[in-house]
């Protein structure tokens, strides 16, 4: 089964930086695309960034311009580089396949932007 673990996350205050890592047990140069979500408590999982397997990306208006979604095939790992964060990007961030049936959620990696 596949296990998808991500890290990464902390407390930090608005217009600091992190960087997520998402470490998949399959090898994910088979999947043409991966994804991250986010879910603030509440609300339903929403998908953040997008890339393809030919590393050609896509992101909600939202984070546009202030992430950056990347993959290394090799190490079976996605990253997203969020820069600029906002309080509104304060939720616990998820990454997955994007296929017709998910590999089993990780446990989520928790983001707290302060004021």
């Known amino acids: 089964q596949v296990q998808l673990v991500e890290s990464g996350g902390d407390l930090v205050q608005a217009g600091g930086s992190l960087r997520l890592s998402c470490a998949a047990s399959?090898?994910?140069?088979?999947?043409?695309?991966m994804g991250w979500f986010r879910q603030i408590p509440g609300r339903t999982r929403e998908l953040i960034a997008s890339?393809?397997?030919?590393?050609?990306?896509h992101y909600v208006d939202s984070v546009k311009g202030r992430f950056t979604i990347s993959r290394d095939n090799a190490k079976n790992t996605m990253y997203l580089q969020m820069n600029n964060l906002k309080p509104e990007d304060t939720a616990v961030y998820y990454c997955n396949a994007l296929i017709s049936e998910p590999w089993p959620w990780g446990q989520g990696t928790q983001v707290t932007v302060f004021s």
């Open positions: 890339i393809s397997r030919s590393t050609s990306t």
């Open positions: 399959e090898n994910i140069a088979v999947v043409n695309a």
